[in-house]
């Protein structure tokens, strides 16, 4: 089983800052990760897949980046609603999600 | 609009069963595989399951294997996930979530609200 490891954990920032979340994987992936954004109380929405696809609707401050086993989610400057919980997840048929990396103001 | 929206959650004792659906709309159900993810409360993201649209495969998680099954009635285009010998990991909210298409058809693109089900004597 592929694990997806985080960090950090928390990331305590301010609106107009740059973001830079991190997602290891335990073997290769390639290319073929996804990142989701979760706000409090909500459903989880598909930012970015294959790495470095903005999915439908996306704005582009939201970019990623990587392959093999590191990978990076970059938000170049924050907005309000920024603030929330970001997960990757690996491409399979039995997929992982990391352990997640909260986004909170500062 | 596509939409996805989840039902059948609530209180259940341990080993009990349950079952939840997840009514589609706005997009050929058919088309598309669909899963079951949960979340725990205060926890992460688990991938608990997921159905073909095209030859009804079915995938799930080592954590429920043997005891929850994903199924499909394309005709009423609605999702079920039979949940049974419920424990009390299985605390979560469950969403309901739809595959891509050719490039995204390993991620999830829509998402429902999401059911909570809680396991408890």
């Known amino acids: 089983e592929i694990v997806l490891t985080q960090s950090p954990a928390t990331l305590s920032l301010s609106p107009g800052e740059r973001a830079t979340l991190s997602c290891r994987a335990s073997?290769?992936?390639?290319?073929?990760l996804a990142w989701y954004q979760q706000k409090p109380g909500q459903a989880p929405r598909l930012l970015i897949y294959d790495a470095s696809n903005r999915a439908t609707g996306i704005p582009a401050r939201f970019s990623g980046s990587g392959s093999g086993t590191d990978f990076t989610l970059t938000i170049s400057s924050l907005e309000p609603e920024d603030f929330a919980a970001y997960y990757c997840?690996?491409?399979?048929?039995?997929?992982?999600f990391g352990g997640g990396t909260k986004v909170e103001i500062k | 609009e596509v939409q996805l929206v989840e039902s059948g959650g609530g209180l259940v004792q341990p080993g009990g069963s349950l079952r939840l659906s997840c009514a589609a709309s706005?997009?050929?159900?058919?088309?598309?595989?669909m899963c079951w993810v949960r979340q725990a409360p205060g926890k992460g993201l688990e991938w608990v399951s997921v159905v073909s649209g095209s030859d009804g495969s079915t995938y799930y998680a080592d954590s429920v294997r043997g005891r929850f099954t994903i199924s499909r009635d394309n005709s009423k285009n609605t999702l079920y996930l039979q949940m049974s010998s419920l424990r009390a990991e299985d605390t979560a909210v469950y969403y309901c979530a739809k595959r891509g298409t050719v490039t995204t058809f390993y991620y999830m693109d829509v998402w429902g609200k999401g059911t909570t089900v809680t396991v408890s004597s």
């Open positions: 706005g997009f050929t159900f058919s088309n598309y595989a």
């Open positions: 997840q690996n491409r399979s048929n039995w997929p992982t």
């Open positions: 073997q290769s992936l390639s290319s073929y």
